[in-house]
Structures are given as structure tokens and as C-alpha cells.
């Protein structure tokens, strides 16, 4: 474990933002994915440890014009507990339903989740079928500057994003989805609490007289990144969910995906689990 | 005077059936407890030992020069450092290794100020290797020019256990059905919330204290003496309570000699605690076997043989883990009515981790074959699977080939209070005849049964406990017992059966268990003995401190003692209840008398059981119990995921004493069971733990415990505490099997190889529709 020799927990963004633009930094919020990877020897600290969980403004989830803004220091509690997500994006609080346990929710936050930028991120998945975009903020000529990324670019590889050292993730926007927006979002494990998935997967879109349209498909767990499915999507977009057509989106998930053989699965059940979980989201979908 | 009125007479009730809280649990709830692990000694030094990291090597160099000047450090050690003095079940292992023979292997130890200048030493230790090569299973550690992990033992071959009995060639002649599978039980560890830990302090005239972990306090100062070079009796074990060990902690391990020789060097006292990955690294795994299992039977139902070839993966070093046969043989001859049985078990050195006891202890490997066999056979049959089982189900007054005297036998009575309860037969059936049909969830249900020892288990040639107890001058009752307290409920127990016998509540009685200098001898906490074996012993000294309070009494008040009684705090007449005196002014009268006496009594119990013996041939338990468990499950064929729903039991418990304390072993079992099942499994790669962790190692958690009706058969055993048997293991035992029974039932599919993970169900699933 390398030296923390500094250690700040600022109040404001513009502050944190100066000392990141200064040198490396580790960030905490929630903790619940660093303090594992610190223990076992994935991750050092930097010499400066800023625990971002006191700036203001970075909480929260609002509905400004037409679109959902949620704070990165949101946990995963607020989420699954929202009304308003339950109504706007009820994707996201079933995702937020099978992440971790109780005690893990309350701690881990929203922004940690995306930029931890695992192939298995349980949140990422819902926020790549809801067209998401990050916010990226750093310091700059003597004041704060903003980016936006969308969320299907921020992902390089497993642990890799887009973001500078120098740049904080401080929320993640989406449009409102629309009144007629179905979406459902599917994990696996053997355990129902406390599981790392082996395959997750997301299918969202517009329903209208059977015909489903601006179609979303994101994987996790099958490739070094989670991903959205663009043959999927092909397959599905503007179709009426037949039985052949869901049998051709099955065709095309498999063609969409690049599972590895690892500890928690192998390759033939990823690639199993993905035609099981599309025909079952889509099967979800025409019952809706 | 008034008093007395109110208590006039006081009817005889008894607290034997009863829910009675665990003494120790309200501080366990709210934290106050203090661990093993949550100690600190005055000057005490943390150790920290530095493991191989690899399977099998020759130590050319360890440099401690970088770790030693480290600030803080006070002191580092290799093999080179103290004496060749070995441990071990067969003295094969050391405290620390001059060559690696494991990953877990001790090659250097560190005593600092800190735990984290402990660690960072360990990380400036330079230890130069030369890898040999390995040998990663039973099998490959057989064949020629295998590479020799034991100097001692050049074919590999460790500890083999054979039991033979009646003509093998003529049963199978006379068989109509003969069964012949191999079953491939895997690795899975205790998982204890408590990590391991001891602290050791050594005295000025070199008697150590160690505070264990250690279920078995009066040998374990036998086993550790000869690592460390000292007299037994110059070592005080001390037990603070301990965050569960299940069998982990029935053995001395390589991590307690270290911290002794750390501290008897320092003359400090040193702590060792283990973080959760050298938990699940550096400590005993269950023994895993290879069971090439034959069974046959008549067309009209009965057994006529059972052939069992087990063979163990030793892993580096002889603790507990493949001495498992002693107990897989008596399930081979003893489940079910078995006229010929023909069992051999091999153990063979590897360079694997190693098995200590684990609740269970062989039973939940072999009745995992055994229990599908009898599953198998009745199908085989077309039988009734009720009645083909009470075909071969012994009865009260058998006994088995090797001479386990079945005196209360309730085999039948559970399995048909079980199959009844659960509609047993009739579900069978009609998920056997849904599972043709279309649909992704199938239900099935299974039912599986064992024999287990419920009245010690007479490995030594003492199976007994020692008691002390005493009263004071305020009827209060303290009882110094051998038996440990693991966290399995003597407490409470020993609590129950003094207050019983004495008429005092419950909460009267201090129990003092957790230091070998103070306790009489035991065996310590294992084969589901303690219940019976320091229960009986706690009534037996409760009974003579009752006999010397009623003979005092019988003088004051000039009637008989067989005409008196304790009850409620009082010395009642027998027949009515009729108050005499108050136990606290008896016990006072007793002390203040012209010829004073106080209430001190002792008692030792053993058994009414046999030595084990070489030949196996004894009746090594004072009592024998059994245990039905039918598992309903759901599996989904897509995703291959099992649920299981529903657990009905019915268990053979002699007499319920604690009820609380016999619901919660059944729940805790099952949990166990559950994890063996479907989810647990150690994963190694050429020696090397792959998921030392509770991320990737599965543990069931509460959501995944299933509903559970639970039977007590109480067939009073003659020689148990008020007709109790021993309970805890068994439901450990039986749930696997029924689980893999279940999943059979729902896709007519075999798991040879637990655990029936997701995955590999689907597998299984997805490859018989491709046949």
C-alpha cells in the first residue's frame, strides 16, 4: 500500500477540482468498490485522497426540462427508493433492486458505478438502454469547465474510460423517456443478493401498436466493456416483436457479443444466457 | 412465614422440551461481545506469516535482512530458525517449511509492533524458489514417476481404511439390479465469521497461555506440545468466544506454534489473526473424494450389497480430512440393512490444500452417493420409493455389520412422517410425468436419509467429559465443564438440565468452559457429541448435588429424602409439592452447622460405546440417529437455476431438550447443506485457490433459505440425557442428496459432481437436448 500523504475532503466543486488539475489524485465517494481493490492489491492510492462525498450540488436526482439528471454522489438507495425514477425510468430501480445488498446500496454511488467502468456495472446497463450521457467537470483557466460524453463512448475497457485524471464525473442525464418507453433490464447469478454478474442485459424502446421502435440493447458482463448491442438493436428497430423476429434478435445478441471464459462463467453459458435473457426481455415486452 | 403460604405447594413442571435463550446471545446481538479477535494483551506483538504463493518448490534463499531492519520489527523467522519438530495427524507437517509442498505453505513469520509494519515486512522478505512439479490430484499422484510430495511416503500413499464384510461375489451373483457410478465430492470450507487467530503469551517460568480458537482445549495441548518442544502440561488454552469452527479448529494448524515460538522468542505476547483470503487460503477445506460407489438389490427390493472405493486427495500435509473414512464406512454398512459391504479408502499426498473435520465429517460425501443409489435403485425398480425404503430400514435392536447397535431405531418413523408430511409419493409422480411436458420451470422433489453417531464417537480410547459443579450460599449453581462452547448451544443446554435437576432457574446457573486449567477433561466439541455426552454428565453431578441437598434436608426436617424434591428455589415434598424450606436457607444450613459442608460435586461420564479400533468392528457410539429431509425445488431450465422452496424434515433427536437451540442447528445445517448443494466450491488451478473470497466463493444467503418443516421423532435413547441423541450434523448431511434427488425428479438428469451450479445444470440440460 503506497503512502496517502494528503488527505481532503472539500465542500465545494471548484476546490476539488483544483486539486485534481494539480496532480494525481484518488477519489472516493462510497468506497465499496475501491476499499476491495485497494486490499487486494489491484489499486494503490495516489498521494492525495479526496473524499468528494461533502461537495455540494452533486446529490440528487431532478427532472429538469424533459430530462432526468441524477448526481453522481446518488446512491444506489436513492435510486431504487425514487418515485420519481419509479415512474420516469423504473429500469433503473430494477437494476438498482439486484445490486449488491442493503448495506453495499446505501454506500455506492451512482457515479462510482460508472466510472469503476466494469464490464458487469450493474447501473451502467440501464443508463446505456436510457441513451445516457456523463458530465465531466475539470478546472481550467481559473474555472470550472463541463463536458458531456455519452455513456456509449466512456467506456475504452475493463477499468478504462474517457475521463481524464483530471476530470470528476458529476452526473449522469438522460432524456425522459416517453409515456409509451418498456424497458426491462435482466441479471444472473446463483445467489439473489451479493452477486457479481456473469451476464446482465437491457432491452428498451417505444411500444406503439405492437411495433417497437428507438430500440436500446446493452450488454454487461460479455465483453471488456459494457456495451451497447447494435446488431440487436438493427434487428429489432421499428419491427413487431413476432416470434421470428425475436428469434432473430437472439441471432443477432449472440452476434453482438464477445464473452471470455473466466471464475464465474464460461464462454458457452454467456453466450447461453444472452439468447435465454433476450428471448425472455422481449417476451416481457409483447406481455406489456 | 408469609412467603412460604404463597408457595405453599409447588407443582412439578419441567423445562425439558422447552425454548431456552441462549445465554450469550444478547450480547452477541448488540456488539458487545468481545472475539478472540477483537483482543489486545498489554505489550502484545502482531505476527504475520509470510505463505508460499506456490504449489511445490525448493527453498534455495529466504533474505530476512530487508524485513529485520524494518523499524517496529522485532523479530523474523524461517524453518532454519527452530527445531525439526513436526505436527500433524501423522506428524508430516511443521511449523514452518525448509520446502514448499503447498500454497499455503508457512515459509517465514514476523513478530512487530503493528499489524501493518507486520505486513510490510513480510512483503520485504526475498525468498528465492526453484518450482518442482506438482501434483493436483488423487489420481495423477498414483501413476509411475509421479513426483514424490511425502520423503516419507514414496508412493504418494497417505492414511488407507478398509472394512470388508460377507461374500462380495455372491451378493452381486445375487443381485437383479447393480448399480455402478462414480461420484465426485468437491472441495468446500467452513467459512467461519471469525477468522482464525491465537494469541500466545508465554510466563517467566515458561508456561505458555494460548487464547485458541480450538474445539478440543484438553488434546490440543497433546498436539501443539511437540511442535514447540515443551510438556503438555506447561500450556494453559484459553477459549474466548469464537466466531464459529464447525471442525475447522479440531486440529492444531501451522499458524499456532508460530505465534508461540513468535512470542516464546520475543517474550512478548503475539497475535496472529488471518484476513478473510488467508482464511480462505490457510485454512482446512472439507475432504473432497472420488466415491466409485456400487450397490445392488433383488427384484422384489433388497439390498444385497454395497462396494465403495474412495479415493482421497490427500493435499500436502495429514490433518483430520482423510481419516473421513472411519465414518464414510459406517454410512457404506449402516444406511439401510446392507448384508455385504466391501470398502476401501485411499488417501493420496498432493500438492493440493489439505482437509481438516468438517461438520458432517465423511457422511456428507458419502451419503451423497449412497442416498442417490437408494433414489436410483427404487426407480430402477419401479417401486414404491416408500416402501422400497422401509424394505431395508433397520429396526430398533439391529446392529449393523460393523456392529453399530441400532438400541432406538426411528428410520422407519421418519421416513414415513416425512413422505407423508410432504406428499411425498404422490408429488413424485406427477413432476416425473410433467417433465415430458413443454415449460421452462420444472419442480421436483427428492428425499434422502442417513445414519449418523448420536452418542460420541469413540476415536480415543476416552469418549468421556469431566464436571465440577458447585453451589453457594445463595442457591446459585456454577458448573465447571470439559465441554466447549463454539457457539453450538452448551450454554445453553448444561444451563436447562442443572436447573431441571436443582429446581433453580436457569439464569442461576454460571457455566465455566473456556480455560484447561480450570476445566476437567473432554474430548472436545464433535461428532454431535456434546449434548449428549457433557448433558449427561451435567445431570449425573446435578443428581449428586441434589442427593447431598435432600439428605441434609431429610435430616432437618426428619423425612426421607426419596420423599423430597427441589423445586422453584425450594425443598418441596415429593407428593404434593408441600414447601419444606428455601434452597438457599438449606444450603446455608448446611454450610453454618456444627459439621459444615458446602455443595462441591464432580463427575466423570463415559459412554457406553466401544474404542473404534483398528479392524472397525465396534459399536463406537453410545447411540445412533436418523434423518429424513425431502427437498422440493423449482429449476429453470433455461437459466439452469435451482430453488429450493421447500425442506420437510424428520429427524430422529432421542427427546427435544432446547427446542430454540435443535431449530436453529436444523436451520444452520440446512444452510451448510444448501452451500454444498449449489453453490459453494473451492476452485483450484494447478494448486492454486482461484476464489478466495466471498465474492467468488458462494455462500447462501438469507434469501436462499427455504421454508423448513421440521419433525422431532423422540424415541427416548436409553442412554441419552432424558432420551436425547445427538443432532447436529445429520442435517448437514441429508440435504444434498435430496436436493440432487429433486433436481433428477425435475429433468431426469444425474450431478455426479456437486455442486449443481447454475451453469452446470444448464449444461447438462442443454447437452441432452442436443443427444
Redesign the interface.
Known amino acids: 500500500m503506497s503512502e496517502i500523504e494528503q488527505y481532503l475532503a472539500p465542500e465545494n466543486l471548484a476546490s476539488a477540482l483544483e486539486v485534481m488539475a494539480a496532480g494525481a489524485v484518488t477519489l472516493v465517494a462510497g468506497g465499496t468498490d475501491l476499499t ?1 481493490q485497494i ?2 492489491g489491484r489499486r494503490s492510492y495516489a498521494p492525495t485522497l479526496i473524499n468528494i462525498r461533502h461537495i455540494e450540488g452533486l446529490s440528487g436526482i431532478s427532472a429538469p426540462d424533459g430530462h432526468i439528471r441524477i448526481g453522481c454522489l446518488t446512491t444506489v438507495s436513492e435510486i431504487r427508493q425514487s418515485d420519481l425514477l419509479t415512474t420516469a425510468a423504473p429500469i433503473l430501480c430494477e437494476a438498482a433492486n439486484h445490486f449488491a ?1 442493503e448495506q453495499i446500496r446505501n454506500a455506492a454511488t451512482i457515479g462510482g458505478n460508472i466510472c469503476n467502468a466494469s464490464p458487469a456495472g450493474d447501473m451502467i446497463i440501464p443508463l446505456l438502454v436510457l441513451g445516457a450521457r456523463v458530465e465531466l467537470a475539470s478546472w481550467k483557466d481559473g474555472g470550472v469547465v463541463v463536458r458531456q460524453v455519452a455513456l456509449k463512448d466512456f467506456f475504452t475497457g475493463p477499468g478504462r474510460t474517457v475521463r481524464r485524471d483530471d476530470e470528476l464525473l458529476t452526473a449522469v442525464i438522460f432524456a425522459r423517456p416517453a409515456e409509451n418507453f418498456i424497458g426491462y433490464f435482466r441479471k ?1 447469478g ?5 452477486e ?1 454478474s ?1 451476464v446482465s442485459l437491457g432491452i428498451g424502446g417505444n411500444l406503439t401498436d405492437g411495433r417497437f421502435s428507438d430500440v436500446r440493447v446493452a450488454f454487461g458482463a460479455v465483453g471488456p466493456t459494457p456495451m451497447r448491442g447494435k446488431n440487436t438493436e438493427a434487428a429489432l428497430e421499428g419491427k413487431i416483436l413476432t416470434p421470428d423476429v425475436i428469434q432473430a434478435a437472439v441471432v443477432a445478441a449472440r452476434k453482438d457479443v464477445t464473452p471470455i471464459d473466466d ?4 464462454e ?2 454467456r453466450n ?2 444472452v439468447a ?1 435473457f433476450t428471448e ?1 426481455l422481449l417476451q416481457n415486452v409483447c406481455q406489456n | 412465614m408469609s412467603e412460604q403460604v404463597a408457595f405453599q405447594h409447588i407443582e412439578k413442571s419441567s423445562l425439558i422440551g422447552q425454548r431456552i435463550k441462549k445465554p450469550d446471545a444478547p450480547a452477541k446481538a448488540i456488539g458487545k461481545t468481545r472475539y478472540i479477535n477483537d483482543m489486545v494483551l498489554p505489550q502484545m506483538l502482531y505476527g504475520k506469516i509470510l505463505h508460499a504463493g506456490r504449489p511445490h518448490a525448493e527453498i534455495i534463499d529466504i533474505d530476512i535482512s530487508a524485513a529485520s531492519s524494518l523499524p517496529g520489527v522485532h523479530l523474523v523467522i524461517t524453518a532454519k530458525d527452530i527445531p525439526d519438530l513436526k505436527l500433524g495427524f501423522v506428524k508430516d507437517n511443521a511449523p514452518l517449511k525448509d520446502k514448499v509442498r503447498c500454497e499455503r505453505d508457512e515459509v517465514a513469520a514476523v513478530a512487530a509492533e503493528s499489524e501493518a509494519i507486520a505486513a510490510e515486512a513480510i512483503k520485504l522478505i526475498r525468498v528465492t524458489y526453484k518450482d518442482l512439479p506438482g501434483v493436483f490430484s488423487a489420481e495423477d499422484g498414483l501413476k509411475d514417476g509421479a513426483p514424490v510430495i511425502q520423503e516419507r511416503f514414496p508412493d504418494n500413499k497417505s492414511l488407507k481404511f478398509e472394512f470388508h464384510h460377507g461374500d462380495l461375489a455372491g451378493a452381486e451373483a445375487g443381485s437383479d439390479i447393480v448399480l455402478d457410478d462414480v461420484f465426485n465430492v468437491h472441495y468446500v470450507t467452513h467459512c467461519c465469521m471469525g477468522t482464525s487467530c491465537a494469541i500466545a503469551d508465554f510466563d517467566h517460568n515458561g508456561k505458555l497461555t494460548i487464547y485458541s480458537q480450538t474445539q478440543y482445549p484438553y488434546n490440543y495441548k497433546m498436539d501443539l506440545a511437540p511442535a514447540l518442544g515443551i510438556d503438555p502440561g506447561d500450556i494453559r488454552v484459553i477459549q474466548p468466544p469464537t466466531g464459529g469452527s464447525f471442525g475447522a479448529k479440531l486440529d492444531v494448524y501451522p499458524f499456532e506454534p508460530v505465534a508461540a515460538i513468535l512470542a516464546q522468542k520475543t517474550g512478548r505476547p503475539v497475535k496472529i489473526l488471518f484476513d478473510r483470503q488467508e482464511e480462505f487460503i490457510n485454512s482446512p477445506t472439507r475432504q473432497p473424494a472420488r466415491i466409485h460407489l456400487r450397490s445392488g438389490c433383488t427384484k422384489d427390493g433388497i439390498l444385497t450389497f454395497r462396494a465403495a472405493d474412495v479415493l482421497m486427495d490427500n493435499g500436502a500435509y495429514t490433518s483430520w480430512g482423510p481419516t473421513v473414512p472411519v465414518i464414510m464406512m459406517r454410512t457404506t454398512s449402516g444406511h439401510y440393512r446392507v448384508p455385504v459391504v466391501d470398502f476401501t479408502g485411499q488417501a493420496v499426498y498432493s500438492n493440493n490444500a489439505y482437509a481438516g473435520s468438517f461438520r458432517g465429517y465423511g457422511n456428507v460425501q458419502m451419503t451423497y452417493a449412497t442416498a442417490q443409489h437408494m433414489d436410483m435403485l427404487a426407480e430402477k425398480l419401479d417401486m414404491d420409493p416408500i416402501e422400497f425404503r422401509l424394505k431395508n430400514a433397520q429396526k430398533s435392536g439391529e446392529t449393523t455389520p460393523q456392529k453399530s447397535f441400532l438400541r432406538e431405531c426411528a428410520l422407519a418413523e421418519c421416513l414415513t412422517t416425512a413422505a407423508d408430511a410432504a406428499d411425498y409419493v404422490a408429488k413424485l409422480k406427477k413432476y416425473t410425468d410433467e417433465r415430458s411436458e413443454e415449460g421452462r420451470y420444472k419442480r421436483g422433489i427428492g428425499l434422502a436419509s442417513s445414519i449418523h453417531n448420536a452418542g460420541g464417537a469413540k476415536i480415543h480410547k476416552s469418549d468421556g467429559c469431566g464436571t465440577i459443579l458447585k453451589m453457594d450460599d445463595y442457591a446459585r449453581v456454577t458448573v465447571i465443564t470439559g465441554a466447549s462452547e463454539i457457539g453450538q448451544g452448551i450454554d445453553a443446554v448444561i444451563g436447562q438440565i442443572v436447573s431441571e435437576e436443582l429446581g433453580v432457574p436457569p439464569e442461576h446457573v454460571t457455566l465455566v468452559n473456556n480455560d484447561s486449567d480450570l476445566g476437567p477433561w473432554d474430548v472436545g466439541v464433535h461428532a454431535s457429541r456434546t449434548t449428549f455426552i457433557a448433558g449427561n454428565g451435567a445431570r449425573r453431578a446435578a443428581i449428586k448435588a441434589k442427593e447431598q441437598i435432600l439428605a441434609a434436608a431429610s435430616k432437618q426436617a426428619n423425612v426421607s429424602a426419596e420423599e423430597l424434591d427441589l423445586r422453584g428455589g425450594y425443598v418441596v415434598q415429593d407428593k404434593d409439592g408441600a414447601v419444606v424450606t428455601r434452597l438457599d436457607k438449606m444450603l446455608r444450613q448446611m454450610h453454618f452447622q456444627p459439621e459444615p459442608d458446602v455443595v462441591m460435586v464432580s463427575d466423570y461420564y463415559e459412554p457406553n460405546s466401544e474404542p473404534e479400533g483398528r479392524d472397525h468392528i465396534s459399536d463406537h457410539s453410545a447411540a445412533y440417529a436418523h434423518a429424513v429431509h425431502i427437498a422440493e425445488v423449482v429449476v429453470d431450465t433455461f437459466t439452469g437455476e435451482v430453488k429450493l422452496e421447500k425442506i420437510t424434515m424428520a429427524q430422529d433427536v432421542g427427546r427435544v431438550i432446547n427446542r430454540m437451540g435443535l431449530e436453529a442447528q436444523m436451520e444452520g445445517g440446512v444452510a451448510f447443506g444448501i452451500g454444498f448443494a449449489l453453490s459453494e466450491e473451492m476452485l483450484f488451478e494447478q494448486g492454486r485457490l482461484k476464489n478466495p473470497n466471498f465474492r467468488d466463493y458462494k455462500v447462501p444467503t438469507a434469501p436462499e433459505m427455504p421454508e423448513i418443516e421440521m419433525h422431532f421423532i423422540e424415541s427416548d435413547c436409553a442412554e441419552g440425557p432424558y432420551g436425547a441423541k445427538g443432532i447436529a450434523e445429520l442435517p448437514t448431511i441429508v440435504i444434498a442428496p435430496a436436493i440432487a434427488n429433486a433436481v433428477y425428479n425435475a429433468t431426469g438428469i444425474r450431478f455426479f459432481n456437486p455442486p449443481m451450479t447454475p451453469e452446470k445444470v444448464a449444461r447438462a440440460i442443454w447437452e441432452k437436448t442436443q443427444q
Open positions: 476491495p486490499n487486494e445488498s444472473s446463483p445467489r439473489p443478493a451479493l457479481i456473469t471464475i464465474r462463467a464460461t458457452w453459458y447461453h444466457l435465454v425472455e
